[in-house]
């Protein structure tokens, strides 16, 4: 199957599950797509894809350093092959890709609230940052330029205490080309920064976004409450533990690892005075506190201090809690 016509079969696949319309596709699959970037199963008597994921590079900002990441998109599979459990090993595959390239960290979006327990079960995810929903009734639209790009990277690093999505250019405006789709835009505020608009489908003179946890109150509209937003994986275990040793130089901890999905990372970590020596093995009957990826995710990260945003997601739909 020529990669070309692959792709075609990952995109209705992708429309058959999400009923996404050919405005929104076409814009996603012309822009963000590169064929190392997507995995798919196919049923080559008929070329139809049953199953699909996509794995897009992005950075993510934490204090002084920057994390080379995978969000995960479009993970779909075919109503007639699910519970064969083909996601769980197609996640496989993408995380040992990511591993490979020297990730650090798999993120994602859950569609429904089943889907939770489903990727933390299935591909060892951790909850890692949760979200409020702001709903605005005047809007005032700004005009994408590098120079408002660069202001709202300013504002980002300056008023986001914890870890963020760090957009590169063209993301930053695929993602504004996204809300336009749905009647809607960016809109530059002082205290929350640039806000990536939708309308509201059940009322055409209001719009909403999402906003970080931990924004208490706004002149700009109103605010949910908060809930669960997105997930992690952690990839490059050693490489990332690394970097922590570093941003924790008076610390000194051990401890055992054991990771099933991608076994380079199982073995015995100790951080003493910011450095890392790392012993590749499975541990059995440690006597040290053993982790698995998700754990460990949840022990180093606080689940409310991500943000992921302005990413091709819904940004709003009317079955958010509000």
Request: charged share 20%; hydrophobic share 40%.
């Amino acid at each position: 199957m020529k990669t070309s016509c692959a792709l075609w079969a990952s995109r209705q696949l992708w429309k058959e599950v999400f009923k996404d319309d050919d405005r929104f596709l076409d814009l996603y699959f012309n822009t963000l797509i590169e064929t190392k970037n997507t995995l798919a199963f196919y049923d080559f008597q008929t070329g139809d894809a049953f199953c699909r994921v996509d794995f897009l590079p992005f950075s993510i900002k934490w204090k002084k350093i920057r994390l080379q990441s995978f969000y995960i998109s479009g993970a779909a599979t075919a109503e007639r092959a699910r519970g064969e459990g083909r996601m769980r090993q197609i996640l496989h595959v993408a995380h040992l890709k990511m591993w490979q390239r020297g990730g650090l960290l798999a993120f994602l979006i859950p569609q429904e609230e089943s889907l939770y327990n489903y990727y933390k079960e299935s591909g060892s995810y951790f909850r890692i940052a949760s979200a409020k929903t702001i709903k605005l009734e005047q809007v005032s639209f700004s005009r994408p330029s590098v120079a408002l790009f660069l202001k709202d990277k300013e504002w980002r690093q300056k008023h986001l205490k914890g870890p963020f999505v760090e957009h590169n250019f063209t993301q930053w405006l695929v993602a504004i080309k996204n809300a336009t789709l749905y009647g809607g835009g960016a809109q530059w505020t002082d205290d929350l920064g640039l806000l990536l608009l939708e309308k509201i489908s059940d009322s055409p003179t209001k719009w909403a976004t999402i906003v970080p946890s931990n924004i208490s109150v706004s002149s700009q509209g109103f605010l949910s409450c908060s809930y669960p937003w997105g997930m992690a994986r952690l990839i490059h275990i050693p490489r990332l533990m690394h970097l922590y040793a570093q941003m924790h130089p008076t610390l000194s901890w051990k401890f055992d690892l054991i990771d099933k999905d991608l076994p380079t990372n199982s073995g015995r970590y100790f951080l003493h005075h910011g450095k890392i020596t790392f012993h590749p093995f499975k541990p059995s009957n440690s006597s040290l506190p053993l982790f698995t990826p998700d754990t460990l995710g949840s022990h180093i990260f606080d689940d409310k201090s991500f943000f992921f945003d302005r990413l091709m997601a819904p940004i709003f739909s009317p079955s958010d809690p509000s």
